[in-house]
């Protein structure tokens, strides 16, 4: 039991160490493929470090909501760390308490405060975002439960490590029509809930297009690091959610030793950064979509994740 505690705590170490790598080798990738120099990789570490260390200033008409939506936010990801396969195929401690639907209530609470707490700045341009916000994730929403009410039919259960080993252990079940339906809509989620290209843009700097980053606008210091770091670690940690249960277990550890555990980190940081590159090429073959064609782009997701549970029932 104390070997699962403390593999579930190792979890959540990975994450947050490596959450702003994956974050900057995705920028930087996105800046070669573009023929730009861009920054290092390490560059969200030195931006993380250098606003921990800067005096934080709000709004004297701010609220409680907007100086504890940095933490919410900061601890979603955590908490889901805690209950999907990040380095271990069998469930660690903490598996059961909870299980997708679960996870994505936690990570849209944290998203939930950081909306309120640009509204509560009074900022033009925070509430602007913030509605922009709550529309992608009204369309997002149903998306996710279809998907999850899919992988319920094909597992029995919605908790990660059962779906991963009923799903994607048989290497027959990977090509089934409703696996690489279920595995596109899952993709485009990524794309909407992350806020990158065609829905959003990272990178952006202007302040009428900006939807994911214009929720942060008002932050400063310790405040604006959490937000940048929850916001690397959502990023992280709906990737593992992706490879690690719905597409392949490799890399995994398979047995309880603590070098089998150990040498699946730079097993699955290698899968990571594979997809990583692989989800870079698609934005930057992609233009940023105008606001009205986003529903447009998350109902073709909701489409396909009804075409792929459908597809699942007419098989069983």
Known sequence: ML?????NLLQVCVVLAFAPLVEGVASRLKEI????????????YRDIWKLLHKD???????SWIFRAAPYVAFAAPIFVALLIPVLTRYPLFFAFMGDMLGGGS???LGGFFATLAAVDTANPYGPMGASRTRMVG???????IVVFLTVSFVAGSTIPYIVQMRWITPIANFFEPSHV???????MLILAEDGRIPVDSPSGQFELAMIERSKSLEYSGRGAALMKWAGAMKFFVLICIFL???VTPWGLARGFSLGEVLLSIPLVLFKIFVFVLVLVSIESSLAKLRLFRIPEFLGAAFVTSVVAMITRLSEI
């Open 3 to 7: 070997a699962r505690i403390g593999y």
């Open 244 to 246: 690690n249960v719905l």
């Open 181 to 187: 339906l279920l595995m596109i809509a899952f993709l």
């Open 56 to 62: 934080e200033i709000g709004s004297e008409y701010s």
């Open 138 to 144: 009204f369309l997002a929403e149903p998306v996710f």
């Open 33 to 44: 493929l573009q023929s730009k120099r861009g920054p290092s990789i390490f560059q969200p």
């Open 106 to 108: 936690i990570l849209a």
